[in-house]
């Protein structure tokens, strides 16, 4: 009985399934960077979250915002975004690692050339019981101009939650979602 309370509780506090929601972090750490913190649960196994992560040559047709993607010689990832106005759109080459650790795998990446200053991150994908997955993102990205500190929060305020739909949907392989929208809560 209490944990029907604390769900429904919970649900009214969100606004939703709490299940379905992004729990995320912004700081904003100097006048064109921020630092992004985002967990979700996906309801989808492990190997199918990561397959939606590693599905480079398809990121175009369900990652928001992605143009379009090419592997180049030696594995590197070159993507580009179509940035919200008024920011120019970003382009990079990103150099990217898998490695199995405790409970699932860590994909990390680095930029290693683009017309912004910074992009490197890691998402965390772990095995959680019942066909789900517990998916962990944190990144650095930072421009070459200054961008007013609300407008970087915001952009990422805005597609983060996105992404993580994105990965959600993609992961299901056509299963029916049971988060059909994505709720943000922040990190306290």
Not at 39 to 61: G, M, Y
Not at 89 to 106: D, K, M, P, Q, Y
Request: proline content about 6%.
């Amino acid at each position: 009985m209490l944990a029907a309370l604390t769900l429904l509780a919970a649900e009214t506090a969100f606004g939703g399934d709490p299940a379905c929601a992004v729990w995320l972090s912004i700081e904003v750490t100097s006048a064109s960077s921020v630092h992004v913190r985002a967990e979700a649960t996906i309801e989808a196994p492990a190997n199918a979250v990561l397959d939606a992560l590693e599905d480079f040559d398809h990121f175009a047709e369900y990652m928001p915002r992605v143009r379009r993607t090419a592997r180049e010689p030696g594995g590197s990832v070159y993507t580009e975004i179509d940035s919200p106005w008024p920011l120019p759109n970003i382009w990079f080459v990103s150099e990217f690692t898998r490695e199995e650790v405790a409970g699932g795998w860590l994909l990390k990446w680095r930029m290693l050339r683009g017309n912004i200053r910074e992009n490197t991150g890691a998402w965390w994908v772990s095995a959680l019981p019942g066909e789900r997955t517990r998916l962990r993102y944190e990144g650095d990205v930072a421009l070459f101009s200054a961008i007013p500190p609300a407008l970087l929060r915001s952009v990422a305020q805005h597609e983060m939650p996105r992404l993580v739909q994105a990965v959600r949907a993609r992961a299901a392989r056509g299963a029916p979602l049971i988060c059909k929208e994505t709720v943000t809560q922040r990190f306290e």
